[in-house]
């Protein structure tokens, strides 16, 4: 089992930035690569962007060049900055882990409100 927290949402204007942190604590080991989705109101999750176990990363054309996701091995944690927001990028994000076998583990959510 995987146990995932989120932090760092809040409310910004236009043109900020902020950085969202997931804490990962279980079975890390069975970690094969961590994403951060992100859900609006009356739309489907989309992944937002991902980190293999190897580093490779893979951003949605929506955020390249303006969200960068990075881990710390040392901290069990992946982190999301996010800058240029804007109000399109409002939705609850969430941490998402995907183990080597079909295992998926979920957070609770963190919720990013960006004003125009």
């Known amino acids: 089992q995987v146990q995932l927290v989120e932090s760092g949402g809040g409310l910004v204007q236009a043109g900020g930035s902020l950085r969202l942190s997931c804490a990962a604590s279980?079975?890390?080991?069975?970690?094969?690569?961590m994403d951060w989705y992100r859900q609006a109101p009356g739309k489907q999750r989309e992944l937002v962007a991902s980190?293999?176990?190897?580093?490779?990363?893979h951003y949605a054309d929506s955020v390249k060049g303006r969200f960068t996701i990075s881990r710390d091995n040392a901290k069990n944690t992946i982190y999301l900055q996010m800058n240029s927001l804007k109000p399109e990028d409002t939705a609850m994000y969430y941490c998402?882990?995907?183990?080597?076998?079909?295992?998926?583990?979920w957070g609770q959510g963190t919720q990013v409100t960006v004003s125009s």
């Open positions: 980190i293999a176990i190897g580093g490779s990363t």
């Open positions: 998402n882990a995907k183990a080597f076998t079909t295992a998926t583990y």
């Open positions: 279980g079975s890390i080991s069975s970690i094969a690569a």
